[in-house]
């Protein structure tokens, strides 16, 4: 007897009952159930909002982003379990690659984006503070925080761990409580990385809830402050969209859906370049990995008229070098469909591409899949269709047949394939095949008002290029129009979709008391003590060093110039100088820098053990010969890490804001400086 699948909601497994079979996509064969009890979507969301959401706030940034690396180790040491669920969705070891370990690779990122990009704390300072008054008394700036509700994150069925995975790990980043609710075909391979989440106690309770089945009246108790996202058809995601309780509260919906993206076969690119072997091999792939069941998949190969014929003959030859059948059989590079729901799916969608378009290979009938028991399976030809006039046909341009399932379209000038791409009224990506830089950017950003992404192929990107349909943790996934209109990953982006974004305005003192960050203008906090000297632990916000006076002299720029071989004539040629808006001669600015270390460092050894950059240099003013300057050195963030040294010891970061100024009080350069500083030993 297959096994009944269980949601898990507030705490506990939901499910005992046997309810809608789950068939294997390889041989038809009953893998799990789904469960007939009703969800207690009034119980879930409470639990979300009573306990998920204090749990994650009692943790900050940082620390929830040690938990998405610890979360991510452990789900990459249980990888082989989840390989074993996921042949039954048809998919290959490298199908499989893409939604196991690109799911574990995407808290991986998130990871390090949060400890390197976001603070200590649950506030996110966008600043810097702009002053409103001309006193200095009144400023404006804005944070981030947490929304305070819930992310109900609704997935499609081609990748039930990586679209489980990549809506979490931005979300749980941002502190809010997740439900989950995978497409129910292949929801026994969500079910079952779910259980590995639970059973590794790494997530706060709370945190992350799975719905099994559908939604009943989940988002009728959504408020204000939640969040739903969406991936799978355009049409469902627009039945979603005017979702009445969704409009009336104003909760934001974000769309991934279906696109007819496309590839580009620029006129520049010949039959000889190996730029065209690099097209028709771009094409292939994106037909037979997942067996073409990606939303970023190439529907659309937009081809040179000349080079139609020669394009379509390249690919049906490697198209049929695909051997089609059961995964585990030796030698197979395409599996199946995820289900017999989809067979018939793609097999009524191609029927209706034909009305406009040639048959080249393929088709529902030109199936042989190896493998025993694979009569019973959901497998599908690689399918190539053409379109010698698809300006005068609308299904190659409206009709997605999610599948192995490609159409070749032939076009006359650069204009018309531009005008072809646009047919697709809004895709997630789209590719340019070119050897031609002049023709990228002529093709480019016409092309981007209608795409999430564009993906640029050449021989020289080729060697590391991750491939048309390739979505990246550190860049926008989504696009508009029939896309969806919406956005996911992206790097820091993606978090700060479940954010708050708001202006504050007040006094500086008041800005950097609110923001965690001192704000130029804020009330100063100076004391004997060199900030130096202090443990991480021990600075405050605010504390400020103002140095001595140092009087710039000609010797100094002309050391200078002799130890970094700047000779600049605006440094030693007086001449020259005069005739420029400065009248005389001025400074090297990375003097002043240096000059302003020289004033502020403690030299000694100390909790300070390393600068490791800068940020926002400017230099204002210059700084003449004869011009005395000062710094003033401010605590101005800092980010506990929880890191520790080889020999245990704690470290964080601290960023310095640096004035420096001349003897008249005017600012003439600024910048941030970032210094790892170690904290307190504690006794072993």
Same mark, same amino acid.
């Given at each position: 007897?297959?096994?009944?699948?269980?949601?898990?909601?507030?705490?506990?497994?939901?499910?005992?009952?046997?309810?809608?079979?789950?068939?294997?996509?390889?041989?038809?064969?009953?893998?799990?159930?789904?469960?007939?009890?009703?969800?207690?979507?009034?119980?879930?969301?409470?639990?979300?909002?009573?306990?998920?959401?204090?749990?994650?706030?009692?943790?900050?940034?940082?620390?929830?982003?040690?938990?998405?690396?610890?979360?991510?180790?452990?789900?990459?040491?249980?990888?082989?379990?989840?390989?074993?669920?996921?042949?039954?969705?048809?998919?290959?070891?490298?199908?499989?690659?893409?939604?196991?370990?690109?799911?574990?690779?995407?808290?991986?990122?998130?990871?390090?984006?949060?400890?390197?990009?976001?603070?200590?704390?649950?506030?996110?300072?966008?600043?810097?503070?702009?002053?409103?008054?001309?006193?200095?008394?009144?400023?404006?700036?804005?944070?981030?925080?947490?929304?305070?509700?819930?992310?109900?994150?609704?997935?499609?069925?081609?990748?039930?761990?990586?679209?489980?995975?990549?809506?979490?790990?931005?979300?749980?980043?941002?502190?809010?409580?997740?439900?989950?609710?995978?497409?129910?075909?292949?929801?026994?391979?969500?079910?079952?990385?779910?259980?590995?989440?639970?059973?590794?106690?790494?997530?706060?309770?709370?945190?992350?809830?799975?719905?099994?089945?559908?939604?009943?009246?989940?988002?009728?108790?959504?408020?204000?402050?939640?969040?739903?996202?969406?991936?799978?058809?355009?049409?469902?995601?627009?039945?979603?969209?005017?979702?009445?309780?969704?409009?009336?509260?104003?909760?934001?919906?974000?769309?991934?859906?279906?696109?007819?993206?496309?590839?580009?076969?620029?006129?520049?690119?010949?039959?000889?370049?190996?730029?065209?072997?690099?097209?028709?091999?771009?094409?292939?792939?994106?037909?037979?990995?997942?067996?073409?069941?990606?939303?970023?998949?190439?529907?659309?190969?937009?081809?040179?008229?000349?080079?139609?014929?020669?394009?379509?003959?390249?690919?049906?030859?490697?198209?049929?070098?695909?051997?089609?059948?059961?995964?585990?059989?030796?030698?197979?590079?395409?599996?199946?469909?995820?289900?017999?729901?989809?067979?018939?799916?793609?097999?009524?969608?191609?029927?209706?591409? =034909?009305? /406009?378009?040639?048959?080249?290979? *393929? #088709?529902?009938? $030109? @199936?042989?899949?190896?493998?025993?028991? &694979? +009569?019973?399976?959901?497998?599908?030809?690689?399918?190539?269709?053409?379109?010698?006039?698809?300006?005068?046909?609308?299904?190659?341009?409206?009709?997605?047949?999610?599948?192995?399932?490609?159409?070749?379209?032939?076009?006359?000038?650069?204009?018309?394939?531009?005008?072809?791409?646009?047919?697709?009224?809004?895709?997630?990506?789209?590719?340019?095949?070119?050897?031609?830089?002049?023709?990228?950017?002529?093709?480019?950003?016409?092309?981007?008002?209608?795409?999430?992404?564009?993906?640029?192929?050449?021989?020289?990107?080729?060697?590391?290029?991750?491939?048309?349909?390739?979505?990246?943790?550190?860049?926008?996934?989504?696009?508009?129009? =029939?896309? /969806?209109?919406?956005?996911?990953? *992206? #790097?820091?982006? $993606? @978090?700060?979709?479940?954010?708050?974004? &708001? +202006?504050?305005?007040?006094?500086?003192?008041?800005?950097?008391?609110?923001?965690?960050?001192?704000?130029?203008?804020?009330?100063?906090?100076?004391?004997?003590?060199?900030?130096?000297?202090?443990?991480?632990?021990?600075?405050?916000?605010?504390?400020?060093?103002?140095?001595?006076?140092?009087?710039?002299?000609?010797?100094?720029?002309?050391?200078?110039?002799?130890?970094?071989?700047?000779?600049?004539?605006?440094?030693?040629?007086?001449?020259?100088?005069?005739?420029?808006?400065?009248?005389?001669?001025?400074?090297?600015?990375?003097?002043?820098?240096?000059?302003?270390?020289?004033?502020?460092?403690?030299?000694?050894?100390?909790?300070?053990?390393?600068?490791?950059?800068?940020?926002?240099?400017?230099?204002?003013?210059? @700084?003449?010969?004869?011009?005395?300057?000062? +710094?003033?050195?401010?605590?101005?963030?800092?980010?506990?890490?929880?890191?520790?040294?080889?020999?245990?010891?704690?470290?964080?970061?601290?960023?310095?804001?640096?004035?420096?100024?001349?003897?008249?009080?005017?600012?003439?350069?600024?910048?941030?400086?970032?210094?790892?500083?170690?904290?307190?030993?504690?006794?072993?």
């Amino acid at each position: 007897m297959a096994p009944t699948l269980q949601s898990h909601i507030a705490g506990r497994w939901v499910g005992q009952d046997a309810a809608q079979p789950l068939c294997s996509a390889v041989n038809g064969k009953v893998v799990a159930h789904t469960h007939a009890e009703a969800i207690d979507f009034a119980e879930a969301v409470d639990h979300a909002r009573r306990v998920g959401l204090p749990n994650l706030l009692r943790l900050d940034f940082q620390q929830r982003a040690q938990r998405l690396k610890a979360l991510a180790k452990f789900l990459m040491e249980r990888k082989e379990q989840l390989y074993a669920v996921s042949a039954h969705t048809g998919a290959t070891r490298a199908d499989s690659w893409i939604d196991i370990e690109g799911g574990a690779g995407t808290l991986f990122a998130y990871a390090g984006l949060g400890s390197n990009e976001l603070p200590s704390g649950n506030v996110v300072h966008e600043g810097p503070a702009i002053p409103l008054g001309k006193k200095g008394g009144f400023a404006g700036t804005h944070i981030l925080v947490p929304r305070r509700g819930v992310a109900v994150h609704i997935n499609a069925f081609n990748f039930p761990v990586w679209g489980l995975l990549e809506k979490f790990a931005p979300s749980f980043l941002a502190g809010m409580p997740c439900i989950g609710k995978p497409a129910t075909a292949t929801s026994y391979l969500t079910e079952a990385a779910m259980r590995l989440i639970v059973e590794s106690g790494i997530l706060p309770e709370g945190a992350l809830q799975l719905v099994i089945g559908g939604t009943g009246d989940l988002l009728d108790r959504l408020n204000e402050q939640d969040v739903v996202t969406f991936t799978g058809s355009a049409d469902t995601a627009a039945r979603l969209r005017v979702h009445p309780n969704l409009i009336r509260n104003s909760v934001p919906f974000n769309a991934e859906a279906d696109s007819l993206n496309c590839a580009i076969l620029a006129p520049d690119v010949t039959p000889d370049d190996e730029e065209f072997d690099l097209f028709v091999k771009e094409v292939a792939r994106e037909m037979t990995v997942k067996a073409g069941q990606k939303c970023t998949a190439i529907r659309r190969a937009i081809v040179p008229r000349q080079h139609l014929d020669t394009v379509a003959e390249r690919l049906k030859a490697r198209l049929a070098k695909v051997v089609v059948g059961d995964p585990s059989v030796e030698g197979v590079r395409m599996g199946a469909l995820a289900s017999h729901a989809q067979l018939a799916d793609v097999a009524e969608r191609v029927a209706m591409l =034909r009305e /406009g378009a040639e048959l080249v290979c *393929g #088709g529902a009938d $030109a @199936v042989r899949p190896v493998g025993d028991g &694979t +009569a019973g399976g959901a497998f599908f030809a690689p399918t190539l269709l053409l379109s010698r006039q698809p300006m005068a046909h609308d299904a190659v341009h409206d009709v997605e047949a999610f599948g192995p399932v490609s159409t070749l379209m032939a076009y006359d000038g650069i204009d018309e394939a531009l005008a072809l791409a646009a047919r697709g009224r809004g895709s997630l990506v789209a590719t340019l095949v070119t050897r031609d830089p002049q023709i990228a950017a002529r093709v480019i950003p016409e092309a981007a008002a209608l795409h999430g992404r564009l993906h640029i192929l050449d021989r020289e990107s080729a060697v590391e290029s991750t491939g048309h349909g390739s979505p990246l943790p550190v860049l926008k996934h989504g696009g508009p129009g =029939r896309a /969806g209109g919406g956005e996911e990953l *992206g #790097g820091v982006r $993606a @978090v700060k979709h479940y954010l708050q974004r &708001t +202006a504050v305005q007040g006094s500086p003192t008041m800005l950097a008391a609110v923001t965690g960050e001192h704000v130029r203008g804020a009330k100063l906090i100076e004391t004997e003590v060199h900030p130096f000297r202090r443990h991480f632990e021990e600075l405050q916000i605010g504390e400020s060093l103002l140095t001595h006076r140092r009087t710039v002299g000609e010797a100094d720029i002309v050391n200078f110039g002799g130890i970094s071989g700047d000779y600049f004539y605006m440094h030693f040629d007086e001449i020259a100088a005069k005739e420029t808006q400065f009248g005389q001669r001025i400074a090297h600015g990375y003097f002043v820098l240096s000059a302003a270390a020289g004033l502020f460092v403690s030299p000694a050894p100390g909790p300070v053990l390393a600068n490791y950059g800068l940020d926002t240099l400017r230099f204002v003013k210059p @700084v003449a010969i004869g011009d005395t300057i000062r +710094a003033r050195l401010t605590c101005k963030r800092k980010i506990d890490r929880n890191r520790v040294d080889p020999s245990g010891v704690g470290q964080g970061v601290v960023a310095w804001d640096v004035e420096v100024s001349n003897q008249h009080g005017e600012l003439v350069a600024s910048y941030d400086i970032l210094t790892l500083v170690a904290k307190r030993a504690t006794a072993a």
